[in-house]
């Protein structure tokens, strides 16, 4: 933990909420409301819920030397970003390891915002703006209210024409209570959502009102945690909790590459000349481990960092778990070794209270095809 240096202007909402206002990337954040969390789970799969994630740092970069930044540090082909799209990209050291995954926002010719979490982000993007005509600049300011479920759409539309025409990873401006707001068809959920961004002091206002109104839908206010359910469903990664940074290897530092993440598809096709893309590509087929799926016997979900094991010999490590009542599944992602991550071996999960049975599982668990989240119309 570290002393918060970034604040919200939602915090009195989410202290009445019964939130303290737990440190996340130094920003006071949501990590507990005095509620059943499965309430607000079902709302976010089956309605809708809305979410403060103010937490996320928003960089724009802007300037005749943007596009070269971001071409650098980040594994995306940045000329083929069109105004008005956005595209999850990640970002490696100079070992090809990752270090920070975004989303960057293409504004205009030469105009990026860039959200990212708690990883090295930031430094990436300024270690490349250096000596260039660019700015980065640094905006907690801009506050980003996620509305995520099947019904965010349906209470969008009566407030902002034309919303149900913004498809996947597109953004659009345009107000929303009378304020000045950049809507983005982006979340965290595995949901069809939404993410508002808005300025400082409407951010009140606007939150205000979509639990007011949205009560009769159903929506509700929901803690930031309840995106490790909806994500370990997913399969969303989360900087550092899925990593080496949280889960070492033994004489190594940490540090984990696209293909033991399974992030490899960030990589545009044919991309060289952003950092670490030497090493990248050199590590194809040299994973010491995978991201992969466990999908356990029974309704005790896996601790957060439960041992994974075969054959009685530790493995693994289960790095988020859930049991979801909607979907009656009990699942997780895990780290494990390359012959493991197939699917139908045989694992246990060592829980504090005893082992569970388990198998490896391809991930996502939830909407595989990803439809829900790409819907149109």
């Not at 006071?28 to 079902?42: M, N, P, V």
């Not at 479920?149 to 025409?165: M, Q, S, T």
């Not at 945690?225 to 399969?235: K, N």
């Not at 490899?264 to 893309?277: E, H, M, N, P, Q």
């Amino acid at each position: 933990m570290i002393t918060s240096w970034r604040f919200s202007a939602l915090a009195d909402r989410h202290r009445a909420l019964g939130s303290d206002l737990e440190d996340w990337s130094g920003m006071g954040t949501a990590w507990s409301y005095d509620k059943d969390q499965t309430e607000e789970y079902l709302a976010i799969r089956t309605k809708a819920g809305v979410m403060d994630v103010s937490g996320l740092k928003k960089v724009y970069v802007v300037g005749p030397h943007a596009q070269y930044v971001l071409d650098k540090a980040t594994t995306r082909n940045i000329e083929k970003l069109k105004p008005g799209r956005s595209t999850y990209a990640t970002m490696l050291n100079d070992a090809g390891k990752f270090v920070d995954d975004c989303v960057i926002y293409r504004l205009g010719p030469q105009n990026f915002m860039v959200v990212h979490g708690s990883g090295a982000g930031h430094e990436q993007m300024t270690k490349y703006a250096a000596g260039r005509n660019v700015a980065v600049i640094f905006d907690d300011d801009l506050h980003d209210i996620s509305l995520q479920g099947p019904l965010a759409v349906d209470y969008l539309e009566k407030h902002v024409p034309g919303i149900r025409d913004v498809v996947y990873f597109s953004h659009i401006q345009t107000t929303l209570f009378g304020k000045p707001v950049m809507i983005s068809r982006t979340g965290y959920t595995g949901e069809r959502g939404y993410e508002i961004f808005c300025r400082r002091q409407d951010a009140v206002e606007i939150w205000d009102t979509i639990v007011a109104e949205g009560e009769a839908m159903g929506i509700i206010p929901t803690r930031f945690t309840t995106l490790d359910w909806l994500r370990a469903e997913s399969y969303l990664l989360f900087f550092p909790y899925d990593n080496s940074e949280m889960y070492p290897f033994e004489n190594e530092g940490p540090g984990d590459t696209l293909w033991e993440l399974g992030l490899d598809f960030t990589v545009s096709k044919g991309k060289t000349g952003f950092r670490g893309a030497e090493e990248h590509y050199r590590l194809k087929g040299k994973e010491r481990f995978k991201i992969y799926g466990v999908k356990l016997e029974g309704t005790e979900p896996a601790v957060e960092g439960a041992p994974l094991l075969k054959d009685g010999k530790e493995v693994g490590v289960v790095t988020i778990g859930m049991y979801s009542p909607l979907n009656e599944h009990n699942v997780g992602i895990a780290r494990m070794p390359v012959d493991c991550a197939v699917e139908g071996t045989e694992l246990t999960v060592r829980n504090p209270d005893g082992e569970i049975r388990a198998v490896a599982h391809p991930m996502p668990f939830y909407d595989v095809d990803k439809k829900r989240r790409t819907a149109k119309g």
